[in-house]
């Protein structure tokens, strides 16, 4: 039975405060930039050491002695008040034993930094390798004995499942309910998974569940005005019997960065699908249409902001063909933009780079992760574009129910910390947005990675030709390789490529994904050749092989630019974790689409005829355009993250039922 404060609980958020403008925000920044002082890194050694010199006393307890100090520290964490930060250190040496004890991992004092600085409600910037995991496992612990909940959002249901399980018997013997929530589950399951204390989900299952139970409970969108219902009618049914969620208080973000900045400029939509026979048949004519057109002559593009425009030529084929479309697309401005839409289907998203095709569908790929994302679909009637010129059974449009943004959903917690690899390139943007001072912490053990220049061809192909040399080269010397690649196309080709050249490799992307975990874990194997797409594969280390540190440790190779730097750092990283040796390098060419996208139009052109040798080797004017292009796509997408933020602020002031569907 579900009690009235049961009901409330299971509602409540926290309503974000408008975000800092004009001289306020000058001073918010101030203030960020004073709570990320390096006296704080100061700070957490301290207590950490503090934390270290007490572990000496729960060593010698027996497992039933260690579990009673544990749950004496559960109950006065579940009591609350001013002196917790007092018991803090004396509690996290009781865990950290327990850790070693019920995982074989004995946290480093650089962990116990790290999760400090979690319980405090920062974002630890942790190196590749350095155990975030575990570190998060340990600040959950103190906040799940809190009796709040806690959820630990990482980026994928594998990660979900392994962590959930894989630490299972320590949240246990501390005293705490741990569970999970994947795609797959249904929503008894999914109840049971937030009923713990400690939850472990992905971003996209904990917003969308939000949404789901925000529209369960449209009838009442504030849960004073549901308490109230439930105690006037005590033995109605209740308001909650389908809500799975018991509120947002307490989260650990895990790769924070790609969950808070680089997914941030999508919001998250719950839809229905509407019968609507006169759509389907008029983007298809649509697409049949624009077979006639010609990029140039008929319409022209922005590779940047991925827009089309007809030219007058264009315009004047659209009038003369347009009698083919239905009734109702007919009309002027109905019938530009269905044919704008097919036409950025045509230009800008492309097979085995946006998306896939599986058993007939169009499933679309994360262009960050490089993974599936097979519930999700475009809207306005892109996705019907897409499978138009795919020439597949057209489906359903659907309809929006809520949308809710990440940024948006993230700053509704009462509590919100974070840890990735790499934070201190958005570290403004995080205490802008969320409050989240950032702090790096340091390596266990310092890392020797050697990061090698770029090379840089005139030419795509001149690229992949000595990409597939270096890879020879490497693999000769008996060292690992992984090459990170930004589409499913470009992997499936460069592994053609080295097959050709008789080497055998393995392929990690959105069509090959059921073995990620494998195909990572045995990445550092000797003579091991791994291509994966952008960032498959976070989350799971990559181990070296017997004999491999001795001939130099894995070697990295970037084939692009990525348009944030954070992504090249979160790649690079893959090597040289825990003091290993290893290298990393990035292969790019002056017609890649970093440059072609993001540098302006009229110096793209003379920057691509500025000499570049077949070796690789450029000049620093080539350099530096590639570090401009850079710069204005972290720009675009910075600005793109603030039209989202916008757009929220005015459904929230514009529309009464934003309190409720939109948080």
Request: aromatic share 6%; net charge positive; proline share 5%.
């Amino acid at each position: 039975m579900i009690t009235p404060t049961d009901e409330y609980r299971r509602l409540g958020y926290r309503r974000p405060e408008p975000l800092p403008r004009g001289l306020d925000a000058g001073v918010n920044g101030m203030i960020g930039r004073y709570r990320r002082r390096s006296g704080v890194l100061r700070e957490l050694r301290r207590e950490a050491d503090q934390v270290d010199a007490m572990s000496a006393e729960y060593k010698d307890l027996t497992n039933p002695q260690l579990q009673e100090r544990l749950l004496a520290f559960r109950e006065r964490f579940r009591r609350g008040g001013k002196d917790l930060e007092a018991v803090r250190p004396a509690a996290l040496a009781a865990i950290r034993e327990a850790a070693h004890r019920q995982t074989g991992l004995r946290p480093f004092p650089v962990q116990l930094m790290g999760a400090l600085a979690l319980h405090r409600g920062w974002l630890a910037e942790m190196a590749t390798g350095e155990g975030k995991t575990l570190t998060a496992s340990l600040a959950a612990i103190l906040w799940g004995w809190t009796r709040h909940p806690c959820h630990v959002v990482t980026v994928n249901d594998y990660l979900v499942q392994r962590d959930s399980k894989w630490f299972g018997p320590l949240y246990q013997f501390c005293g705490i309910r741990a569970g999970h929530v994947t795609a797959d589950m249904k929503p008894d399951e999914r109840r049971r998974g937030y009923d713990c204390d400690v939850t472990y989900t992905t971003s996209k299952e904990v917003v969308a569940d939000f949404l789901r139970d925000c529209l369960h409970l449209a009838a009442l969108r504030h849960p004073t005005r549901l308490l109230i219902r439930r105690l006037l009618r005590p033995g109605g049914t209740t308001a909650a019997a389908g809500v799975v969620m018991r509120g947002l208080h307490s989260a650990i973000v895990d790769e924070a960065d790609s969950v808070l900045i680089d997914e941030a400029v999508t919001p998250l939509i719950i839809s229905s699908m509407e019968k609507n026979d006169s759509l389907r048949e008029a983007v298809q004519t649509a697409a049949d249409i624009t077979d006639g057109l010609n990029l140039d002559a008929d319409y022209q593009i922005d590779l940047r902001y991925r827009e089309v425009e007809l030219t007058e030529t264009g315009r004047a084929k659209l009038a003369e063909r347009c009698s083919v479309l239905p009734g109702l697309w007919r009309g002027p401005l109905r019938r530009f933009e269905l044919i704008k839409q097919a036409l950025v289907a045509r230009e800008f998203f492309h097979l085995g780079k946006q998306y896939i095709l599986q058993d007939g569908r169009v499933v679309i790929v994360d262009e960050f992760t490089g993974r599936q994302m097979p519930n999700r679909t475009w809207r306005a009637g892109l996705h019907q574009a897409i499978e138009a010129k795919e020439r597949l059974n057209i489906s359903d449009p659907t309809d929006t129910l809520a949308r809710l943004s990440f940024q948006r959903y993230f700053r509704q917690y009462f509590r919100l910390a974070g840890m990735t690899g790499t934070a201190r390139e958005a570290a403004g943007e995080f205490w802008h947005i969320y409050g989240l001072p950032v702090v790096r912490i340091p390596p266990n053990r310092p890392c020797i990675r050697v990061q090698h220049p770029d090379r840089i061809f005139p030419d795509q192909t001149s690229k992949w030709e000595a990409v597939a040399a270096e890879v020879q080269q490497l693999h000769k010397a008996g060292r690992p390789v992984l090459v990170g690649t930004r589409s499913v196309e470009v992997s499936e080709r460069l592994a053609e490529v080295i097959a050709a050249k008789g080497l055998d490799c393995h392929v990690l992307n959105a069509v090959r994904h059921d073995t990620e975990a494998v195909i990572v874990a045995c990445a550092g194997e000797a003579g091991r050749i791994t291509i994966a797409t952008n960032m498959a594969g976070r989350g799971t280390d990559i181990k070296l092989g017997h004999g491999v540190a001795a001939s130099g440790g894995l070697a990295v190779i970037a084939t692009e630019r990525h348009e944030s730097g954070r992504v090249d750092r979160q790649l690079f990283g893959r090597a040289a974790r825990q003091g290993d040796p290893g290298s990393a390098q990035a292969f790019v060419s002056m017609e890649d689409e970093l440059l072609r996208r993001y540098l302006p139009k009229r110096v793209y052109p003379w920057v691509a005829r500025l000499p570049v040798s077949q070796e690789g080797r450029a000049g620093p004017t080539v350099r530096a355009a590639f570090a401009l292009a850079q710069r204005n796509a972290q720009s675009a997408a910075f600005k793109m993250r603030q039209s989202v933020l916008r757009m929220d602020d005015w459904l929230d002031d514009s529309l009464s039922f934003a309190g409720s569907e939109m948080g």
